[in-house]
């Protein structure tokens, strides 16, 4: 299981005094309001930086780190991802996972039959809808309904579901 999480990309710098715009990667971007500390991560480093203060702003935060005051401090963290620790990631309902839990997980059959790994969630709207790739064959979509999903066992790593008629042929191309 991952220990971080990321909830956000830096987009570009805001003004002059070291704020950042911040694109949220998160389903609640008022959480920064909460926040005190995040990890930034420009691909060559990690740092733990403490928040200062953070706005939201059209579809973007603005985000301003303690100690850097000025544009020139922070125009190099372009790009950056921003992350949580488990710790700081928001607490989940029931039957709600992250999606770097899951993302891995080996799908099979309530007959043992195994289909393949988890390795994308759609966001639908109505309900997610769970990417299964296959070896060799087209992904199969599985929707994150309780009719098909039966159990979901992070320990042991894998997913059971019921495969409801049609969702096999639909994916491979059979149902018209």
């Not at 544009?71 to 190099?76: D, F, L, Q, T």
């Amino acid at each position: 299981m991952e220990d971080l999480f990321q909830i956000g990309a830096v987009t570009s710098t805001h003004g002059l005094r070291g704020e950042l715009k911040v694109y949220p990667t998160t389903d609640e971007p008022a959480r920064y309001h909460k926040l005190k500390e995040v990890i930034l991560d420009t691909g060559k480093e990690q740092l733990s930086l403490k928040i200062e203060h953070a706005r939201l702003f059209k579809q973007m935060v603005i985000i301003k780190f303690a100690g850097f005051d000025h544009i020139n401090e922070v125009e190099k963290w372009k790009g950056a991802k921003l992350y949580v620790t488990r710790e700081n990631a928001l607490e989940l309902g029931e039957d709600e996972y992250y999606f770097a839990d899951l993302a891995g997980l080996r799908v099979e059959t309530e007959e043992g039959q195994l289909l393949g790994k988890v390795k994308d969630i759609l966001q639908t709207g109505a309900n997610d809808v769970y990417v299964i790739g296959r070896e060799r064959q087209k992904d199969l979509l599985i929707p994150a309904i309780k009719d098909c999903v039966k159990q979901i066992d992070l320990e042991n790593g894998r997913m059971v579901i019921h495969l409801l008629p049609g969702l096999l042929e639909a994916s491979e191309g059979g149902v018209k």
